[in-house]
């Protein structure tokens, strides 16, 4: 069973260790603290036998938001850990009015992209070279509010 709750400093080197062995260019310790200390900031962590095993962070400003990270460890991915993360982000972003949300993705991360269409996502953009190491663009993807409605968990 797989428990959602809000992330804590205390989760940070779980956070952090998954981070590092998911992404090329990861955030840093203090960056997620950072992050998580900005005003307007949400990030989840997915806790599973005692063990963080993913995590999503969401920046908003007025009615705007958007998803900076998702992560879920390798060897339990597409057990549907990404899709409540980002399911129950989206919960808290209706929750306070966040009326636009966001996301950029890797054009090659195939299973993060079917999964952000099955929750609503649309692409509405190419970012050509946005991502590093490798070199890649960013799909910009924007949250439909009434196809989310339709599949929400």
């Known amino acids: 069973m797989v428990e959602v709750r809000k992330m804590t400093i ?6 952090v260790e998954i981070e590092q062995d998911t992404f090329s260019l990861p955030w840093s310790r203090a960056g997620f603290q950072s992050g998580m200390e900005m005003p307007g900031s949400y990030f989840l962590v997915a806790i599973t036998n005692n063990q963080i095993v993913g995590y999503v962070g969401i920046y908003t400003s007025f009615d705007e938001g958007e998803i900076t990270n998702v992560a879920v460890e390798k060897t339990l991915q597409n057990q549907g850990i990404g899709k409540k993360l980002v399911n129950e982000s989206i919960k808290w972003c209706e929750k306070n009015k966040i009326t636009q949300l966001i996301l950029e993705v890797r054009k090659s991360n195939e299973g993060a992209i079917y999964l952000y269409q099955f929750l609503g996502f ?23 509010w009434v196809r989310w409605k339709d599949v929400r968990c």
Not at 123 to 135: A, D, L, M, Q, V
Request: aromatic share 6%; with cysteine; glycine share 10%.
């Open 10 to 15: 205390e989760d940070l080197d779980q956070v």
């Open 122 to 144: 649309e692409c509405i953009g190419n970012r050509k070279g946005f991502y590093e190491h490798p070199t890649e663009d960013g799909l910009v993807m924007k949250l439909n």
